[in-house]
């Protein structure tokens, strides 16, 4: 059998999930840093970065995501309103009357939303200037410490894969939740279609962007989870995607296919191939459920914060 090509620019790199040392080179580029190589775990298909050093501290809190093209908040809720009214209309049932969390909420436009059915809602987004343009009309954080716990539920919507140490973060997440609370993480898939089955070169050079640090399947996210001492209750595929948009890369090696070709999309059909794609675990996003595990969870990480933040939740009048 072939033995796996190991990444010689990080000889000493391991896998976050499994500790396995082997490492292939995955096909396509780094849009933004070609210096980067993505990597994919020979043992468990993790795919990381080959580097994280170009996160710095305060890079998240100075948008550094953005770089030198900062969109303002305005145009940030344009871009994010689909995907925001997605994720409220799938949380409907979960957010009444319950104390919400949306952890690395952006521009908030999940936050403003959540507002007319939770009993309190609250963000946490490391980013200063989105804690700047809202002001007392919200409740923002820059911190989890800042930011209480005992909550019902606990969103992080394309968060994890960008941070350096994600499981030390879901433990934290899972300590601020209530007996029986939940924990609802959005990712995008190392599986996803365009990647995989179709093998679209022109996609694998576009998709992979230095601030994804790491992408997960199923399976490396259930591992994760578990690790963190967190139960799954799910893992569902999700296409946010249509077959318009994957026509047009296949054909024309470019993006917006959604919007240049809409005229090819039904509901019916974007339906259908979102569960023909769901179906082989071909998705470009996975949506899990999560629990806190009583047995593994100790809760005590914001003992001390959650004594000086008492009442500093509630809705701003």
Known sequence: MKRPRRNHSAPNMICYVC???????????????????????ANCGLVPLSSLDHIQAG???NSGMHRDDWPSIETWLRETEQDDQR????????????????????????????????AE????????????????????YGSLEDAGGGDDLITAFHVIEHLPDPGAMLKKLAALLKDRGRLVIEVPSSDDVLLTLYDSDAFQRFTYWSQHLFLFNAETLRRLAVQAGLRVVSIQQFQRYPLSNHLHWL???????????????SPALIEAYAASLAAV??????????ER????IKPVFF???????????????
């Open 281 to 290: 675990g071909k998705g470009d996003t996975l949506i899990a459920h999560l």
């Open 19 to 41: 500790k396995h040392p082997d490492f292939r080179v995955r096909k396509g580029a780094v849009r933004d840093n070609p210096a980067l190589q993505i990597l994919e775990g």
């Open 121 to 140: 809602v609250a963000g946490v987004e490391p980013e200063r200037r989105v804690r700047e343009h809202w002001g007392d009309a919200i409740a923002l």
């Open 293 to 296: 595990d009583q047995a593994l």
């Open 303 to 317: 003992q001390r914060q959650r004594q000086l933040v008492t009442n500093r939740r509630s809705k701003p009048k």
């Open 87 to 118: 994720r409220f209309d799938m949380l409907k049932t979960a957010l009444v009357n319950r104390k919400v969390l949306d952890f690395g909420c952006g521009a908030a436009g999940f936050v403003r939303k959540a507002e007319s059915l939770a």
């Open 251 to 265: 054909s024309r090696q470019q993006p917006g296919g959604h919007q240049h070709w809409s005229f090819l999309d």
């Open 59 to 61: 890079h998240y809190e």
